[in-house]
Structures are given as C-alpha cells and as structure tokens.
C-alpha cells in the first residue's frame, strides 16, 4: 500500500485536519489558563467575561447583522439556548477558578463537555448510543469522581464549588452545542449570535454592578485577556474548529477537545506554577481517553 487511509482519508489529510484541532483545542486550553492568571490581577471574573463578551460582540456584531439571527431555524428557545448557553459557560468558568485550579477546569468543562452534549443530544436529536459511547461515559465518569473526590477535607467551601461551576459550564455548552447542531448553524454563525447577545444582555449589566473595574487593571493585563479571550479564543478558535471539522468530519473533528484537559494541566505548569497530582494525572487521562473514544476519534482499528 502506497497510500495510508484514515477513514476513508489519505494520511496527509488526516494530518491537516488533526493541525486545524491541535490548534483550536491549544486556544480553547490556553484561555483558561489565561483566565486563571488574570484572576491572580485585579482582574475579577465578571471583568474578564466583559472583556471576552465586549470584544467578540464588536468584532462579530456586522457579521452577525448580515446574517442574521437565524430565528427561523432556532425559534425563541433554541435562540435563548444559543446566547444564554454561548455566555453562561464563559461565567461560570471563570468563577469556578476562583476555587479550583486551571487543571480541574481542563478536565470538567471541555472534557466533560462531548459527554454533556452526547447525553442531551440522545435526549433532544435521538442520537444513539453505541458500544464504544458506553466504555467512555464510564472513563469519563470515573475520571470526574476521582477529580470531584481529590478535594479531600475541602469538601464544601473549597475545590468542590468550583468543581460545580465547571460542570454547570459543561452543561450549558451542551445546550448551545445540540441547539447550533438542531438548526443546522456554522460555527461561526452561532458564536457570532451568542457573542452580540452577550454585548447586549451582560455588558450593560456589568458597567452598571461593576461600574469601573477595568479600570483597575494594567494596560497589559487588559490586553492579554482581550486577545486571549476575544479574539483568539472566541473567534480564531472557532474556524480552526471549522476547518477540522470540515476535512475530518464532526465526530472526529469534535474528539480533538479531548486533549483539553491534558493540554489545560500541562500549560498551567508553567504559566501558573500548578502541578497536577497523580490522582489529577489518572483522572485527566482517563478523561481524555474517554471523550475521545466518545467523540468517534479515529482508533489503531481504523487505520488501513
């Protein structure tokens, strides 16, 4: 054989493809721990959700106005999916990692994340379940346990609130992620409605609750956290992931945000001087593990 297959792809192919994901789950990674060290500023997390909301909306916001708001194909609900479920996930997040470190945020929020969205998505779209869906949920669930009981004595006020708020945030990007695939969105498309709605719902709000806390902040640390967040991560992100999706197709394309969690602990050693225990470590790859196997990633079986 001169030429190696994927799927039905050649291998340069499926090399391109895998580069397009590497490179979106490297953003989706690196924004929470960018995230978390902007919260070791004056930064808090409602300012860096302004900052993420205020730069996407405008930079999205003539996209937006020339496609639309798609409400003949979402409907009122799944347009409530799309801006509350596009922002939410940012807040809770960011919240989230004023308890818990940036590794746990890696592996409960984007790595639970496909779980999230296959659970809804059987419910909402009647998506089947196969065998193999069924071995991962159970490396999934058995890394979030091992995580969720690393906390230890600080059961209650410590690590546990966070740990809640990055699964909430997993939950209400499974809304957004089965209300995008139910009307048949782009990526873009629906990044760019939740990105205005949040312009419009959130901002006011905040300026109004918050008044000037921006203005607290140095110039650079406003600056990393707008590109970070508004502009790579809210933006760039998304059509790397576009691309991926496009040369690999959706279920091997989506399986790329299973190296999230590994990337997320890897990059906050040494950004943030974290370091994941062994327990985090068998949590975070059996995670991994399991998402992707759930996302339909390409396994040794497959290769021709």
Known sequence: MTDLTVGGRTAAQYLRGALYGLAAVSIWSGWI?????????????????????????????PYVMRKGL????????????IVIGGGAPVLLANAGLLFAPAAHAGALFPGVMPLAVALLAAAVLHEPFTDSKKIGFVLILFGVFVIAGGAGGAVGPGQTIGHALFLGSAVAWACYTVAMRHARLGGLHAAGIAAVGALFLY?????FVEGGGLAKASG???ALQAI??????????????????????ASSGAAFAALS???????AIPILGEWPTAMDWIAISGISVGVYVVSGGPLPGRWN
């Open 220 to 222: 650079s640390d406003l």
């Open 70 to 81: 798609a409400l003949d194909r979402l409907g009122w609900i799944g347009l409530a999916a």
């Open 33 to 61: 721990v960018v995230a978390r060290l902007g919260l070791r500023s004056s930064l808090t997390p409602w300012d860096i959700a302004a900052l993420r909301f205020g730069v996407a909306g405008v930079f999205l916001l």
């Open 261 to 267: 969690p590994a990337m997320t602990a890897v990059m």
């Open 228 to 249: 970070v967040q508004g502009l790579l991560t809210a933006i760039v992100s998304l059509v790397f992931y576009g691309r991926a999706v496009s040369i690999l197709g």
């Open 203 to 207: 901002i006011p709000v905040y300026f």
